[in-house]
């Protein structure tokens, strides 16, 4: 069974950085292309980035230029580094993997 656990969220201030975690479980994860999505109160899920199994990677044109993914297919892992951090990137982030999904990770952004 696939499991995913994201880690890493928290409260930071805006211009500030965060880098989140997903461990993967259950499954051959260097196989697989990889995500983040988010999702604000009152607003339905959106996607912020993906990084194949090759390791090419999209962004979202609201975080491209701020955030990076990465993927360490040896720990069964994938990052989301956040910088330039806006009160807009506050939400939940989920790690993605076909149809699983984590728990989340709550991201704040204020001052």
């Known amino acids: 069974q696939v499991q995913l656990v994201e880690s890493g969220g928290g409260l930071v201030q805006p211009g500030g950085s965060l880098r989140l975690s997903c461990a993967a479980s259950?499954?051959?994860?260097?196989?697989?292309?990889m995500g983040w999505y988010r999702q604000a109160p009152g607003k339905q899920r959106e996607w912020v980035a993906t990084?194949?199994?090759?390791?090419?990677?999209n962004y979202a044109d609201s975080v491209k230029g701020r955030f990076t993914i990465s993927r360490d297919s040896g720990k069964n892992m994938v990052y989301l580094q956040m910088n330039s951090l806006k009160p807009e990137d506050t939400a939940v982030y989920y790690c993605n993997l076909r149809t699983y999904w984590g728990q989340g990770t709550q991201v704040t952004v204020s001052s």
């Open positions: 259950g499954t051959i994860f260097s196989y697989f292309g």
């Open positions: 990084i194949a199994s090759g390791g090419n990677a």
